[in-house]
């Protein structure tokens, strides 16, 4: 059973910084951050395998980075050059079928935590 228990939410300025963590329990070779704004569907974000793919969403290209301290177990997510659109509950999520060369997708991941808020202000 993969528990996963996200941090670090909060609130920010367009431009600031924030950092996610995601400490987790159980198998967490493929893991992912997904944000689901109000009104609009989950998406995915940025995605983390064990063997050293990454995959951004475009709209995070060169401002997110996503990484593992495996000797924590936990995923991070840093976030920097924030804009109003970030604006999201933010997950952590988990599989045991790693397709991140195809895409980050909500479908393919099994495991879930509770979600942590980012809000970005003007």
């Known amino acids: 059973q993969v528990q996963l228990v996200e941090s670090g939410g909060g609130s920010v300025q367009a431009g600031g910084s924030l950092r996610l963590s995601c400490a987790a329990s159980?198998?967490?070779?493929?893991m992912g951050w997904f944000r689901q704004a109000p009104g609009k569907e989950r998406e995915g974000v940025a995605g983390f395998d064990i063997d050293g793919t990454t995959n951004y969403a475009d709209s995070v290209k060169g401002r997110f980075t996503i990484s593992k301290d495996n000797a924590k177990n936990t995923l991070y997510l840093q976030m920097n050059s924030l804009k109003t659109e970030d604006t999201a509950m933010y997950y952590c999520a988990a599989t045991t079928i790693c397709r991140l060369r195809v895409g980050i997708r909500v479908g393919d991941f099994y495991y879930w935590g509770q979600g942590t808020q980012v809000t970005v202000s003007s």
């Open positions: 159980g198998y967490t070779d493929c």
